[in-house]
């Protein structure tokens, strides 16, 4: 079933589809069609459009400039960021109650997400491989691999073979600084700590491919550039681009507040 074949809130057959993020009630939460759910969500939130930033999908400003240092940087290792949405509230509330709150079974709709996000955008320059900004949920670390969990998620949704989700192609070895609502000067501290604890454990997966790095947000990029850094130099990859969740929108004069 397409997402244009069944209109958000309305009742077809048996199947009662609630409105993102009322995702729990909705006939379709166990099994729903990912673009049903991509329009869903699109129907709530703001989306990056030709007032993104290229590289990183940062509301750019009036000037057409981006804020954002990584862009700028000549050390830059990640060719591009592309967001799904951007961090308005009611994603910023799903994304929080599934890493925090133990809603775990939100992945099933971020997952969704991801598979329909990639249909629309990958097909004609598919990625090699799709990996996740590892997480470590060992002593000191996070309760649960959140970002590995959304990965599964989209390979169940999508079905057989046809994404190359694979977790165990980056993995993060320690524990590390929490970079979430940190200042850009703490980010980026934590994204050079965070490259020394990522490995690449079999090359033959890396070597000579594009790979696409999935997270849920991104605030500056510097912990996504690290995991780059680590498939570009220790993974011997070709190109390495990320997609995340939501793209936090800056607060700066001059450029429009997502709420």
């Avoid at 980010?187 to 454990?201: F, Y």
């Avoid at 680590?230 to 993974?235: A, F, M, R, V």
């Avoid at 990320?242 to 709420?259: C, D, H, I, M, Y």
Wanted: proline letters at 6%.
């Amino acid at each position: 079933m397409s997402a244009a074949a069944t209109t958000v809130g309305e009742v077809t057959g048996e199947t009662e589809l609630a409105t993102f993020p009322a995702c729990h009630r909705c006939g379709s939460f166990t099994a729903g069609p990912p673009q049903l759910c991509l329009a869903c969500v699109r129907r709530q939130l703001p989306t990056p459009g030709a007032d993104g930033c290229p590289v990183c999908s940062q509301r750019l400003r009036p000037d057409a400039t981006c804020g954002n240092e990584l862009c700028r940087s000549g050390a830059r290792r990640i060719s591009r960021i592309r967001a799904i949405g951007y961090q308005s509230g009611p994603l910023r509330r799903v994304i929080n109650s599934y890493k925090y709150r133990g809603t775990h079974s939100w992945a099933l709709v971020l997952g969704r997400l991801l598979t329909a996000w990639l249909e629309e955008n990958c097909a004609a320059d598919p990625p090699d491989l799709i990996v996740a900004n590892p997480g470590y949920a060992g002593p000191g670390g996070a309760s649960f691999a959140h970002a590995e969990t959304v990965l599964a998620a989209a390979a169940a949704a999508a079905g057989g073979d046809r994404w190359p989700f694979d977790s165990s192609a980056i993995v993060k070895t320690l524990p590390t600084l929490a970079s979430a609502s940190a200042q850009a000067w703490s980010k980026r501290v934590a994204g050079a700590e965070l490259r020394g604890a990522l490995r690449v454990p079999d090359r033959s997966k890396t070597t000579g491919r594009h790979i696409l790095v999935y997270d849920d947000i991104c605030t500056t990029g510097m912990q996504l550039d690290a995991v780059a850094a680590c498939l570009l130099d220790q993974g011997q990859a070709a190109r390495v681009e990320a997609v995340v969740l939501a793209r936090a929108a800056w607060r700066e004069p001059g450029l429009g507040q997502v709420s």
